[in-house]
């Protein structure tokens, strides 16, 4: 707290950059998860946000294009891409997007990870 007994506000902000901050895999996502996210239960989710924001849609796009996956949110405004499919189509949707967004676009990338 501060002097004047009030909590400090801070400011979160996107600092100018072509990144990748997160790529993720999620396997075998439990069934109240997806529930409660509104996605139908598949044997993966695949999540990525990029920065700047419009990145989201071409990652999107690349994704569905890479494996049989399905797109299942983009926000262009916060970077968000949400994939489902079979484990292995969204990991190889999620590397190719990786890889598109470093190689073709300059963007710094994320490590695919898993849990």
């Keep these: 707290m501060s ?3 009030k909590l400090p506000r801070s400011i979160q902000e996107f600092v100018p950059g072509k990144q990748i901050t997160l790529a993720h ?3 075998n996502p439990r069934s109240n998860l997806c529930e409660r996210i509104g996605v139908d239960r598949g044997g993966a989710l695949g999540l ?3 920065t700047p924001g419009e ?5 999107a796009d690349v994704a569905s294009k890479a494996a049989v996956v399905e797109v299942e949110f983009v926000d262009r405004f916060t970077g968000c891409v949400m994939i489902s499919g079979e484990i292995s189509a969204v990991e190889s ?3 190719s997007a990786v890889s598109v967004l470093r190689d073709a676009l300059g963007f710094t990338p994320a490590e695919v990870t898993r849990t």
């Excluded at 990145?55 to 990652?59: E, L, N, Q, R, T």
């Design 3 to 5: 002097e004047s007994g």
């Design 25 to 27: 895999v999620v396997r």
């Design 48 to 50: 990525m946000t990029i």
């Design 55 to 59: 990145g989201s849609i071409i990652a």
């Design 93 to 95: 949707a999620l590397s």
